[in-house]
């Protein structure tokens, strides 16, 4: 269930839109930043706010990669494996982390498709926020950083920080 | 395998900053709406609207031969003329839904000048009409949208954007709406559908959008930078800047450039250089005195070209590379590849890349890019059989029946599903003999 | 002409294909141009009833000047089009994509269900490569799994065609099944906290072209190639949608909807689609019962004839009351219509149970077909929520509102299946649609202050053509006057027609056979007895009582001998305890039904009659369109088609029907019935749509069938291509067999002069809205094995601000209180329900009808807290 303050942001995104069905993809976010993940009942919840059936929702949300269906800790690493990233250590920086957080239920690891900072290859997003010019030691280091609060982290869906 | 190639001194060999000038000069508060209007932000805008003469931005722009940056190079005002006049409001979406492997460009903006999207949207919908603009940004960019956000709320604090701006009388609103991870979204009719809050599968063209599109209504649908062109084109003059380029490619276009180079990043390139120019001048050559062996000229969808003097020599020139070698300056992403690289991985990460991305709408590409990811995979992979390669084109042939004929045919929907072709089209052509060597080895992964 | 289509005004263009030029509409698309040319182009995603996607590419073509192979289903012809379908490109993207499509296809055809009839099969047959290349891991997925208590889905199997979710958004409005994940991954899935519950769920079972979807009642029930097949019509409702019924090994195993331009459009309900299965229910009264034990049937029959017998000569044919009959076919209604009427000189008749309209008035007022809905100027909601009591008739006004935007103009004050479809809503309260239609006929005349019936008034003169007024009762806790009222009203109206919503199988059919209170065959009251005087004896002189009339004359002990022909009074009657007292006070009941109910409980005699799938004959639907249903099974047990039984009844009481055929019947009916006057037994059974009454009116819309058996078995599979019956000649005269000079005698309705004094509300009272469900207490759902867990639990529904109102908290249960009867039931709030106003089911013996007073103009009630 949104809290409070996020329903009465729902409304005002819902407003944004002529028709409130494209409010689907900004709700889920909202939805996936507050409760880590997008949960059965949160499509349920947006469905009422788009004026549509929650299997409408559901079959909208499954197709982007970035709505998890189900919990995936604190923190999202997106490491980018595709053609630039390939040729100059993203899949090695990608085995490194997978290993390392295989059993950490904080840290979702996860390979995605390109980035757009292939300038700085290879690069990851934690929670949507850039890393770049990576070792396996260094990306590491970041998520370690997360973890300890020497960085701040957006949400789950990328949603900004909030003071 | 490839030739040594000598990298030329060429004089000419720089930059046209134009597009990405504020951001280059002022890299660390070029976004904010302080450092952007001192640097001269919404004073055409405000010349717009003080002119109040839509027929004079069409005019500068359709004098400039502005053609989209997005990928398909459609000119931008022609595009404005086929607007039909039915009476139902009209809708500008900007696609910032950079996701073409290699692409980094738009971000670049997006995150660095997003008071020079904003001022293009402005004046763009001031010329259709439009009075709701939605700038549709990938998912992944986080901080693009905080930008441009910001950068919205403090142009509406100015008076910039909103209702009634600057007492013209002109209303804009300007929705900053995110994707969620699907690359097929930057294609226009997708990117739609997702705006509506639906799959972003997309539609059957005709109608095309321009007639028939968010919410059935008519919308221009334009890529990031040639949004943030046009107050520079009306600043400086069509005529001016059609003056740069070459042929019918005028003015610059922002270049992507990554892989085995040395400085790699994005550049602003006035077209008419030599792709010799562009990686062995400006992106610095190869890294670590390795040779050239193959580059990937206009991003992952369209076919590769080699370390030849006929490929290095041909002019950056959105016609004449797809006259002359079959392939296109795409998203304008330039991917190069040094002698160790394995073409059989690459294009096997491509097709995965496009396995991964496929909407799944049509047969051809849900099934096809299935099935070429995972023989490419055995391929890449010490598996690959005797045979394999013939059955890669005779796939190929089903989502694109002239497989190697350039810009390709389709079974498909849209041009997502003939783009892993590409990529088998240009083993075929360049490496063959490498493939079948590999795939006779037959190690066991 | 039945087209229902708008008629395009402008001139057909030349389409070249595959060399030969035919002419077609313009805009129409390419695939359907070719396929009404005798040119099948192959296809999945393609229904002809939906919206073209182009998905899944089988039906690439090449059309000259067009770079590629564009898809011909979303190819709009054109003036000069050239297209061909056999060229080498062509054939090879047929193989490429046939080969894309089995690449992730099980081969476990032998287990499918599908299997035999399978259009990927089919078409791979016929289209397709020899052999795969495809060495690869398949993909998988958890075996079928329960997307609803009906339909099983195996994604495996799914070609991702999206007719199944398409069907679900467009055409049923219940988008309750999307396609879930992307690309290769893509699946068809229901959100798990919501099953796909659509009343129409079976239609996506039978328009997957693979076995993908599959529903419970016949998974491994049968082989295509073992089923038998007739045409029928469904008579779970009125609408009468077209349907293909099978069998094999005389037990019925499935119906298909046939698509029917003039009704269904191929679509069925689920209860039509399911509810068959009430015909093998092991609670099948198959023996005559006489005083609750097995007699034969000369037994039972001797019996039942000394009671009318002896109640006529001792009391009076006036103390003989027949209620029922609107569950059989034509030539049944005819029959008990001749016994009741022309034997027994009984006028106590009547088809329906207190929850339809007078008779008079359904048969009297100018009747509108479901097809002019398309091109109507606008529709006029008085009815009951159509997605409940019609079906398909919903579905075809939603897609009129919807694709063909005709406007519409609601009287109901609670939410339905079309409120979001709704034009303008006149939100009329219980008892107040006859002032509320008062107000709209003045504006549309001249001006209204009030907005919405202003605009209302607007929208229906701003249209050309006609409007229909959707006519039923909307609401079982309130006397029909209110309707009746309202439609005296709306008939002032210019370019009026009224489309009937009386929900009960062929009511409309025993009307027309004289089932009513001072009706006869025909359309004509009593007063117009020279047709039947040739063959009936007896002829009532005076109008006699309807069902409220007979169940008080009964409590009053005028009633000697009661006939209950597939009726349950105690249970469908709106008010329970007059229905329970006055059956209680007959002394002899006489029931011919199919099952055990609480009415047939208090009969002497039990007499077992056939069902649907066991009888043939002629049936009408609510547009007064007359068509075949057939038999397909021989009768369970010893019943006996009711005409039999009302011939056998007959000879007993010294009259000899002569009729030995159902044809028979019918000839005699329409021999005896003005406005059946120029058909036939002949005409109805090859007629393709059938015959709308009145026959001689309509004659010119006939279109005679292309030979009169149906062939399913097709080179294109069976069932998922929509199922046409081929029409070959429009009959363009009515052969003169009949007395259509008596043309002129048929009913018009006067308008009556009924006015409603409503009593006034006290602030703690709710006006009582009776509504009626899809999935009742009647046999077809809760002796259907597949239906019968689909029924819900109904609770009393209010709005929001009532419930603040009252101090109930939402949800619980709460004491209801009516002046005839109270108990406990769940409260729920809802959307869209005027305040001051409470909905609950009733008839079919639902709970409401414990609450009704069938005497009152309104029933109020009261909702407290449970302590």
Redo the contacts between chains.
């Keep these: 269930m949104f809290t409070e303050a996020n329903k009465k942001r729902a409304v005002e995104i819902v407003a944004q839109y002529p028709k409130a069905h494209s409010a689907i993809l900004p709700l889920a976010h909202l939805a996936q930043d507050q409760d880590g993940w997008l949960s059965l009942d949160a499509m349920d919840e947006i469905a009422d706010y788009c004026d549509t059936t929650a299997a409408d929702v559901q079959g909208v949300c499954s197709f982007y990669t970035m709505y998890k269906r189900r919990p995936c800790g604190n923190f999202v690493v997106s490491v980018c494996t595709n053609v630039t990233c390939l040729v100059v250590g993203g899949p090695e920086v990608l085995e490194h982390l997978e290993h390392k957080y295989a059993n950490d239920n904080d840290v979702f690891v996860e390979e995605v498709e390109c980035l757009a900072a292939c300038g700085n290859a290879p690069s990851m997003q934690v929670n949507y926020e850039y890393h770049e010019h990576l070792t396996p030691e260094s990306a590491e280091q970041v998520v370690e950083d997360y973890k300890a609060g020497r960085l701040v982290a957006r949400g789950v869906s990328g949603g900004a920080v909030h003071a | 395998m490839s030739e040594a190639v000598e990298t030329p001194a060429r004089k000419e060999v720089r930059e046209t900053l134009i597009v990405s000038r504020r951001v280059r000069e002022f890299p660390d508060d070029a976004h904010t709406f302080e450092r952007a209007t001192s640097d001269g932000a919404y004073e055409i805008w405000k010349e717009v609207l003080r002119r109040a003469d839509v027929q004079w931005i069409h005019d500068e722009v359709k004098a400039s031969g502005l053609r989209g940056r997005g990928g398909a190079n459609f000119p931008t005002a022609i595009k404005w003329e086929s607007l039909p006049d039915n009476g139902l409001?009209r809708h500008l979406v900007i696609n910032g839904d950079?996701?073409?492997?290699?692409?980094?460009k738009?971000?670049l903006l997006i995150e660095g000048d997003p008071h020079a999207l904003i001022e293009g949207v402005c004046i763009e919908a001031y010329r259709i009409g439009s009075h709701?603009a939605f700038i549709y940004l990938?998912?992944?960019?986080?901080?693009g949208?905080?930008r441009i956000e910001q950068a919205v709320h403090d142009a509406r604090a100015a008076g910039y954007v909103g209702s009634n701006i600057l007492g013209s009388g002109f209303d804009v609103?300007i929705?900053v709406?995110?994707?969620?991870?699907?690359?097929i979204c930057g294609e226009e009719s997708a990117l739609i559908e997702?705006?509506?809050?639906?799959?972003?599968m997309p539609r059957?063209k005709p109608p095309l959008p321009i007639h028939v599109g968010l919410?059935s209504e008519p919308t221009v649908v334009n890529n990031v930078e040639t949004v943030c062109t046009i107050p520079h084109i009306l600043k400086m003059g069509g005529a001016q800047y059609a003056n740069l380029g070459v042929n019918r490619s005028t003015g610059t276009r922002l270049a992507?450039?990554?892989?085995?180079v040395n400085n790699?990043?994005?550049y602003e390139l006035e077209f008419g250089m030599t792709l010799r120019d562009i990686i062995f001048g400006i992106a610095g050559g190869i890294r670590g005195d390795k040779q050239l062996k193959f580059f990937?000229p206009g991003g992952?969808s369209f076919q590769w070209l080699i370390a030849s003097d006929e490929h290095l020599d041909q002019v950056y020139d959105i016609d004449d590379i797809s006259a002359k070698l079959g392939t296109t300056l795409g998203s304008g992403?330039i991917?190069v590849?040094d002698e160790d690289?394995d073409p059989l991985?690459?294009a096997w990460?491509?097709a995965k890349?496009y396995?991964?991305?496929?909407?799944?709408?049509?047969?051809?590409c849900?099934?096809?890019?299935?099935?070429l990811e995972?023989?490419l995979y055995r391929m890449s992979h010490g598996q690959g059989r005797p045979n394999d390669m013939d059955?890669l084109l005779?796939?190929s042939?089903?989502i694109s029946?002239d497989v190697m004929k350039a810009p390709f045919?389709?079974?498909?929907?849209c041009p997502l599903g003939p783009s892993p072709v590409s990529a088998i089209a240009s083993l075929q052509k360049y490496f063959r003999a490498e493939v079948e060597a590999a795939c006779a080895a037959g190690v066991p992964a | 002409m039945t087209t229902t289509e708008p008629q395009s005004t402008k001139t057909t263009v030349s389409v070249t294909i595959d060399g030969n030029t035919v002419e077609a509409i313009p805009g129409e698309m390419l695939i359907k141009v070719a396929q009404e040319n005798g040119v099948y182009i192959p296809r999945f995603c393609w229904h002809e009833r939906m919206k073209p996607v182009g998905m899944c590419r089988m039906c690439l073509v090449e059309v000259d000047g067009i770079r590629g192979l564009p898809p011909a289903c979303t190819m709009p012809v054109a003036e000069g089009m050239v297209c061909h379908t056999e060229t080498p490109a062509v054939k090879q993207a047929q193989d490429d994509i046939l080969e894309f499509l089995l690449v992730n296809h099980p081969l476990d055809c032998p287990v499918c269900d599908r299997g035999g009839e399978c259009p990927l099969q089919d078409t791979t047959l016929a289209f397709g490569p020899g052999e795969s290349r495809f060495v690869e891991e398949k993909r998988h997925f958890e075996k079928p799994i329960p997307i609803s208590n009906v339909v099983l889905l195996d994604r495996e199997r799914c070609i991702q065609c999206a007719r199944c979710t398409r069907f679900a958004d467009e055409i049923a409005g219940d988008p309750l099944i999307s396609f879930v994940d992307r690309g290769g991954h893509t699946q068809v899935l229901n959100h798990p906290n919501h099953p796909f519950a659509s009343y129409f769920s079976g239609n996506v079972v039978q328009i997957c072209p693979v076995g993908a979807l599959t529903a419970k009642p016949y998974r491994f029930r049968a082989r295509p190639w073992d089923l038998a097949t007739v045409e029928t019509s469904c008579t779970q409702c009125s609408v009468q949608c077209r349907g293909a019924l099978q069998s094999s090994s005389n037990r019925l195993v499935r119906l298909l909807g046939i698509d029917s331009n003039a009704v269904n459009h191929g679509w069925l309900c689920d209860k039509g689609r399911y509810g068959f299965e009430y015909v093998h229910s092991d609670d099948r009264i198959r023996e005559p019962l006489l005083n609750g034990a097995i007699a034969s049937w000369p037994q039972a029959l001797d019996a039942a004839a000394d009671a009318l017998r002896s109640a006529r000569d001792l009391h009076g044919a006036e103390s003989i009351g027949f209620i029922g009959g609107a569950r059989g076919t034509n030539e049944d209604a005819y029959a008990w219509s001749r016994l009741a009427k022309g034997v027994l000189g009984t006028d106590n008749v009547d088809a329906q149970l207190g929850d339809g309209l007078p008779a008079e008035l359904i048969l009297g007022v100018e009747r509108a077909s479901i097809a002019e809905c398309d091109s109507a100027a606008a529709i006029v909601l008085l009815a009951p929520d159509l997605k409940e009591a019609l079906p398909v008739l919903h579905l075809r006004l939603r897609r009129a509102a919807l694709d063909l935007r005709v406007p519409l103009i609601d009287f109901s004050c609670a939410p339905h299946g079309l409120s979001s479809e709704v034009t303008h809503a006149l939100a009329a309260a219980p008892g107040e649609q006859g002032a509320r239609a008062e107000q709209l006929v003045a504006a549309v005349n001249g001006a209204s202050s009030d907005g919405v019936i202003a605009a209302a008034a607007a929208t229906m003169k701003a249209r050309a053509g006609t409007i229909v007024v959707v006519l039923g009762r909307a609401n079982l806790a309130e006397r029909s006057d209110a309707t009746v009222q309202a439609v005296a009203a709306l008939a002032q109206l210019p370019n009026v027609k009224f489309l009937s919503a009386l929900r009960r199988g062929n009511v409309h059919g025993a009307l027309e056979a004289g089932l009513a209170p001072g009706i006869l065959p025909g359309r004509v009251t009593i007063e117009y007895r020279d047709a039947v005087a040739a063959k009936w004896s007896a002829i009532p002189e005076a109008p006699g009582l309807d069902t409220e009339a007979m169940l008080r004359a009964a409590l009053e002990g005028k009633i000697k001998a009661l006939v209950l022909i597939g009726a349950d009074p105690i249970a469908d009657f709106p008010d329970r305890a007059l229905a329970e007292a006055a059956v209680r006070a007959v002394p002899t009941v006489i029931a011919i039904d199919g099952f055990h109910n609480e009415s047939t409980q208090r009969a002497k005699v039990v007499l077992p009659a056939t069902m649907f799938g066991e009888k043939s004959g002629t049936i009408t639907n609510l547009e007064g369109r007359i068509q075949r249903v057939n038999q397909k099974v021989s009768p369970d047990g010893l019943a006996m088609d009711d005409w039999r039984i009302a011939s056998e009844l007959a000879f007993r009481l010294g009259h000899d029907f002569d009729l030995e055929t159902v044809d028979e019947v019918t000839n005699e009916l329409v021999s005896v019935a003005p406005a059946l006057a120029g058909g036939s037994a002949q005409l109805f059974r090859s007629a393709r749509d059938g015959v709308r009454i009145p026959v001689a009116q309509h004659h010119a819309e006939v279109q005679l069938r292309k030979g009169l058996g149906l062939t399913l078995d097709g080179p294109d599979g069976v069932s998922w291509e929509p199922i046409k019956v081929e029409a070959e000649i429009t009959v363009e005269s009515v052969p003169e067999n009949g007395n259509t000079q008596d043309a002129f005698a048929l009913l018009r309705w006067d308008g009556g002069s009924v006015r409603v004094d409503l009593p006034g509300r006290d602030a703690y009272a709710l006006r009582l809205i009776g509504s009626v469900s899809l999935y009742d207490h009647g046999s077809a759902v809760s002796e259907s094995p597949s239906l019968v867990g689909l029924r819900t639990v109904p609770k009393l529904l209010v709005a929001a601000a009532d419930l603040q109102r009252l101090g109930v908290p939402n949800g619980t249960e709460v004491h209801v209180a009516s002046a005839n009867g109270a108990f406990n039931i769940v409260v729920q709030a809802i959307k869209g329900l005027q305040p001051g106003v409470a909905q609950l089911a009733a008839g079919s013996g639902n709970a409401a009808n414990a609450l009704i007073d069938a005497a009152a103009v309104v029933n109020d009630v009261r909702v407290e807290t449970i302590r």
């Design positions: 409001p950079e996701g073409e492997p290699s692409t980094f738009d971000r709701r990938r998912g992944e960019f986080a901080l949208a905080d609103e929705v709406h995110r994707g969620a991870g699907a690359y997702s705006l509506e809050g639906k799959r972003g059957i919410y992507a450039i990554s892989g085995h790699p990043g994005v990937l992952a992403a991917m590849y690289t991985l690459v990460r491509l890349f396995a991964h991305e496929s909407c799944g709408k049509c047969t051809p849900r099934e096809g890019s299935g099935w995972k023989v059955a005779d796939i042939a089903g029946p045919t389709q079974t498909t929907i």
